[in-house]
Nanobody, 121 residues
Framework: QVQLVESGGGLVQPGGSLRLSCAAS????????MRWYRQAPGKQRELVAA???????NYADSVKGRFTISRDNAKKMVYVQMNSLKPEDTAVYYC???????????????WGQGTQVTVSS
């Protein structure tokens, strides 16, 4: 069984910063790409940032220059540092990862339960 658990969400004023964390646990053999998605009320879930197992990153245009994704492979964690936050960044943020479970030979995709980020004065 694999779990992804996010933390670090909350209420922040415009221009402020937050750091989200996501911890993967369970019988994990290997983790490939890890991603952060977000979903605002009434909108589709969108990809915010992704990082490969080698550390290559890509970002949505809306967050480039403000958000930084990183990972710690030893700890099985992924982070996103969010700076210069705007009200339009308000959403539930989800962690997502491609994982090989120990004892299997297939890659499966997993989601966390989400953490709320609210940017408001």
């Amino acid at each position: 069984q694999v779990q992804l658990v996010e933390s670090g969400g909350g209420l922040v004023q415009p221009g402020g910063s937050l750091r989200l964390s996501c911890a993967a646990s369970g019988t994990i053999f290997s983790i490939y790409s890890m991603r952060w998605y977000r979903q605002a009320p009434g909108k589709q879930r969108e990809l915010v940032a992704a990082i490969s197992s080698a550390g290559s990153t890509n970002y949505a245009d809306s967050v480039k220059g403000r958000f930084t994704i990183s990972r710690d492979n030893a700890k099985k964690m992924v982070y996103v540092q969010m700076n210069s936050l705007k009200p339009e960044d308000t959403a539930v943020y989800y962690c997502n990862a491609d994982i090989i479970v120990s004892g299997t030979a297939r890659v499966a995709n997993y989601w966390g339960q989400g953490t709320q980020v609210t940017v408001s004065s």
